[in-house]
């Protein structure tokens, strides 16, 4: 398969009974309904540069029309659908490709371990948490993480530079770099440790009643390991943030999520996006 083309899909029945083809298709890529394990049983192997993957926690949380129970079923079986759903994960990405996921570390090290024996691990990135509640008899759980891994040697990376942070009265920098600001000034490399953001988008600028990610997030996946006409997978794709990520980094899309109505919802974001982009405009 080219690189700048979405992967075939071979025909299939997913979850809500509709056929193997996309609800939308768009120039950008594709957006399906159905189920996220049986939506990359239908990609071809060898097919994503990128896949994303930012699923539910377990937690118990009502998605769309789904009731809260979905969310909470017992550990050993969302255990075992997430990690079939790693698993063919791994075999739909390219070699050098890149998969991400986005998860709570109580679960992350454990995803870890499924995905090692398919996978190259690269990075554990803890996401920090701006809110400090007490947790009972435990310290308090600090960060998210996001699991970086590649399938062999990483065939696409970048390190994104940050502005090194300066205080907003008097504009200098709050760190003291001391012999090394010249090297600085032109931004500082990224790390594993993601400060600069909050792991959750404000209610007041959120697509969905449920979480969802900031933009910032999955942007930075795409600057860190995307190419340009390169194909991003994201089978829990929710309100289609990554899908806007993927726009902006001239890359394709294929996508999946069990709820029609965040379907619909990215279809929008993504008409909306491209119309930005369109205008030289940001998102």
């Known amino acids: 398969m080219a690189s700048g083309s979405t992967p075939k899909r071979r025909a299939t029945s997913l979850s809500n009974g509709t056929s193997g083809n996309p609800l939308y298709h768009l120039p950008q890529g594709d957006i399906f309904?159905?189920?996220?394990?049986?939506f990359l049983n239908a990609l071809p192997e060898k097919s994503a540069d990128i896949i994303f993957l930012d699923p539910p926690f377990n937690l118990g949380k009502r998605y769309g029309k789904k009731a809260a129970k979905a969310d909470l079923v017992q550990q050993d079986t969302y255990f075992a659908y997430l990690s079939s759903v790693l698993e063919r994960a791994a075999l739909v990405l390219k070699d050098g490709g890149a998969l991400y996921l986005y998860h709570l570390p109580r679960w992350a090290f454990r995803f870890a371990n499924v995905l090692e024996q398919h996978l190259t691990f690269r990075h554990w990135v803890a996401i920090s948490?701006?809110?400090?509640?007490?947790?009972?008899?435990?310290?308090y759980p600090a960060h998210y993480s996001l699991l970086y891994f590649t399938k062999g040697d990483t065939a696409h990376f970048h390190r994104p530079k940050l502005k090194p942070p300066t205080c907003r009265h008097c504009h200098e920098y709050t760190k003291d770099y001391g012999g090394y600001k010249d090297f600085v000034k032109d931004g500082i490399n990224l790390s594993d440790i993601w400060e600069d953001l909050s792991p959750v988008r404000?209610?007041?600028?959120?697509?969905?009643?449920?979480?969802?990610?900031?933009?910032?997030?999955?942007?930075?996946?795409?600057?860190?390991?995307g190419t340009p006409k390169?194909?991003?997978?994201?089978?829990?794709?929710?309100?289609?943030t990554s899908l806007v990520a993927a726009i902006e980094g001239k890359m394709r899309f294929v996508a999946?999520?069990?709820?029609?109505?965040?379907c619909k919802l990215m279809h929008q974001r993504v008409l909306r996006s491209c119309a930005l982009s369109a205008n030289g405009r940001k998102k």
């Open 230 to 240: 390169g194909v991003l997978v994201d089978p829990f794709a929710g309100s289609g």
């Open 256 to 262: 999946c999520d069990s709820q029609r109505s965040y």
């Open 33 to 38: 309904c159905g189920d996220a394990l049986e």
């Open 129 to 139: 948490m701006k809110n400090g509640f007490v947790r009972g008899t435990s310290l």
């Open 202 to 225: 404000h209610k007041k600028f959120k697509h969905r009643k449920p979480n969802e990610l900031p933009l910032e997030i999955p942007r930075r996946v795409v600057q860190i390991s």
